[in-house]
């Protein structure tokens, strides 16, 4: 288990690299610098994608440790086109998928996921009386479909950007989050639109072109 905190004035001290033990013994200057770079300026962007998809704060910066860890073997292939933010959630995306494989049956990790996200971290839902049933419809959505309006709607992320993290074409996620959107409106059914929700009828149907 790693020891960095979750919360406070900023990311904890980075420790010099060449002083890990995975480290090689001399760690160029400008690799230090990069990562050193990366990390503060998405650590905490990192921990709250995590505290969104995990059950304790401990699991949240195990997942973030690994993450960092992946990113800095591949220091290399790290873009810096402004994409490393996106760069990471896919690494932290794929880490998480790899911590659950043969774990616990969705349906009990949805129950997990929305009793502890309520204690660790808020989120738009709670700004209305039908969190609860936002919730519930939220755990009854299918993974990719769950995954996708978290990076949309909860991590602020626009579709295209969503793509990026996914690793699927812009076009493809366009077309599923119009779905996935329609699914959740189904199963929220009436409390979708009195319980204070925007409405979704900005987003229109995917062309045809796009359904191919």
Do not use: C
């Not at 033990?21 to 610098?33: F, K, L, N, Q």
């Not at 873009?79 to 790899?98: C, I, K, M, Q, S």
């Not at 009990?108 to 419809?137: F, K, T």
């Amino acid at each position: 288990m790693t020891s960095s905190p979750v919360a406070g004035s900023g990311p904890p001290r980075v420790l010099r690299l060449a002083d890990q033990p995975e480290a090689p013994a001399t760690v160029p200057a400008a690799d230090e610098v990069r990562f050193r770079e990366l990390f503060e300026s998405n650590y905490r962007q990192l921990i709250g994608y995590a505290l969104r998809r995990v059950t304790s704060a401990d699991d949240a910066t195990d997942l973030v440790a690994d993450t960092l860890l992946v990113a800095w073997r591949r220091l290399s292939e790290v873009p810096d086109d402004g994409t490393e933010r996106l760069w990471l959630y896919g690494v932290a995306r794929r880490v998480l998928a790899n911590h659950r494989r043969g774990a616990i049956r969705r349906e009990r990790l949805g129950d997990r996921l929305r009793h502890e996200l309520h204690q660790i971290v808020p989120d738009p839902a709670d700004a209305s009386d039908s969190a609860v049933v936002v919730r519930a419809a939220m755990a009854r959505l299918g993974d990719d479909d769950r995954e996708l309006l978290m990076l949309t709607s909860w991590d602020g992320l626009e579709p295209r950007e969503a793509a990026v993290v996914l690793g699927v074409p812009a076009r493809i996620v366009r077309t599923r989050l119009h779905r996935a959107r329609g699914r959740l409106r189904k199963l929220l059914g009436d409390a979708f639109s009195t319980g204070g929700h925007e409405r979704d009828d900005n987003h229109p149907a995917p062309s045809a072109q796009e359904e191919r």
